[in-house]
């Protein structure tokens, strides 16, 4: 059974400061996503990445899917209270479903 | 366009109520899956559903009984639940099942089983 190992697992910043939460695992994924989940509702769609050492921005949020396709990291630059949430990572290998890693709860205080 | 609706938002139910949730999509997905959450914790999945089929069942317990009327729709029966069954039930959709395509979720429903 492949494990998505995610870290922190909580994370509680003030308000312009940098953080990076990491996505890790000893199995290599076909693809990896990371969803961003507020309180009551359901996970949002961030990003995908495919293709290993692939790096993607989202405005303050950079996305890294490592070189073996193993791990991935979601930095986020100048958080703001409105990035507070649950974020998850997702790794697809083919023929199964999506694989979850534990969710890092970020909270950002002004 | 990437909604996937659900209802009810909320739901509170006795442990000897049967109700229903539905889940619908309108982006020709042919995958549609059920998970549960809890406060916190990542989603676990339940059921999933490629082309009107049920594909994976994760030993599911019967008092949750799915059903995918047709491609757009997809159900979830309850029966008998228990207090432990309070969670965030939420549905999914992908293009298809067992390509990794995006998943992309509704907002869920809030069950609450007293």
């Known amino acids: 059974t492949q494990l998505l190992e995610q870290s922190p697992q909580f994370l509680s910043i003030q308000e312009g400061e940098n953080l990076t939460v990491y996505c890790n695992s000893s199995s290599v994924f076909s693809s990896l996503q990371w969803y961003r989940q507020e309180p009551g509702e359901g996970p949002v769609l961030l990003v995908t990445v495919v293709t290993g050492g692939e790096v993607k921005k989202l405005k303050r949020l950079t996305f890294q899917f490592g070189d073996a396709r193993k791990d991935s990291s979601l930095h986020i630059t100048a958080a703001q209270p409105g990035d507070t949430g649950l974020y998850l990572c997702?790794?697809?290998?083919?023929?199964?479903?999506?694989?979850f890693g534990k969710g890092t709860t970020l909270s950002v205080s002004s | 366009d990437t909604e996937v609706t659900q209802t009810p938002k909320h739901l509170v139910m006795g442990m000897t109520n049967k109700k229903s949730l539905k889940c619908e999509q309108h982006?020709?997905?042919?995958?549609m899956y059920w998970y549960k959450q809890k406060a916190k914790k990542p989603p676990e999945l339940m059921f999933v559903y490629s082309y009107e089929k049920l594909s994976i069942n994760e030993s599911v317990p019967s008092r949750f009984s799915p059903e995918c009327p047709n491609s757009s729709l997809l159900n979830l029966h309850l029966h008998a639940l228990q207090p432990e069954d309070s969670a965030l039930y939420l549905c999914?959709?992908?293009?298809?099942?067992?390509?990794?395509?995006?998943?992309?979720f509704g907002p869920g429903t809030r069950l609450t089983v007293t």
């Open positions: 982006m020709g997905h042919r995958a």
């Open positions: 999914a959709s992908s293009q298809v099942f067992t390509v990794p395509y995006e998943q992309y």
């Open positions: 997702a790794g697809y290998e083919a023929g199964t479903a999506l694989i």
